[in-house]
């Protein structure tokens, strides 16, 4: 069983040395998004782990783009099944109106691999399923990772984090539960 404690080693693997955005959801259903930078200050820590923060999903060429924004943090991550041993047992199960995955959200220091602070977001329904639908459709296609490699390089030159994240699904994170929080990013109700 891993073990988070603040203060303490990351369990999830070695950050030393890698700075940015990591999103994982494998064989275990388990789902991840790790930021990582050197010298994170504790308002950084704080925008990561608890204040309002947006995520967002937007798929290229077969490769799904997690994108977020915590405050003026932003990043992306390209995210493909093809990367795992088995990626044909990962699924992400329907969600009913009102449930969805939980999303496991990790500040990590990049000089040490020190667990900063974390937190547990439940998604929404509507982005629940739409990372099922969008892993399904990656799933189905061939892998090569030089063109995963080219596409990723390529969607980077064309879009920022923010463009990503304002053209995908997007959650935000944080919304009180009365609130539809895709009402609250379109400004109003649909």
């Known amino acids: 069983m891993l073990e988070f404690t603040v ?7 070695d950050c030393r040395g890698k700075e940015g955005f990591f999103f994982d959801y494998g064989e275990t259903g388990i789902a991840s998004l790790t930021i990582v930078f050197k010298h994170m200050r ?4 704080d925008l990561i782990t608890r204040e309002h923060g947006r995520i967002g999903l937007f798929m290229y060429s077969g490769i799904i783009f997690v994108s977020c924004k915590f405050g003026r943090i932003d990043g992306d991550n390209a995210y493909t099944v093809h990367l795992h041993e088995r990626p044909e047992e990962i699924f ?6 009102g449930t969805g995955i939980p999303l496991h ?20 329904s509507k982005w629940t399923n739409e990372l099922g639908r969008m892993i399904d459709e ?11 490699r080219a596409n990723t390089f390529m969607c ?5 984090s923010k463009d990503l994240l304002r053209m995908g699904t997007c959650y935000k ?9 895709f009402e609250v990013i379109r400004g109003g109700k649909a």
């Not at 504790?42 to 820590?45: F, R």
């Not at 990656?138 to 995963?148: A, G, I, M, R, T």
């Open 105 to 124: 959200i990790f500040a990590v220091e990049s000089t040490n691999n020190v667990l900063l602070g974390l937190r547990v977001c439940g998604m929404s």
């Open 173 to 181: 994170l944080g919304a009180s539960e009365a609130e539809n929080p």
């Open 42 to 45: 504790p308002l950084e820590v």
């Open 7 to 13: 203060g303490k080693d990351f369990p999830l693997g």
């Open 92 to 97: 992400v199960p329907k969600a009913e109106e």
């Open 138 to 148: 990656q799933k189905k296609l061939p892998f090569s990772y030089e063109e995963y």
């Open 156 to 160: 980077h030159n064309r879009w920022s």
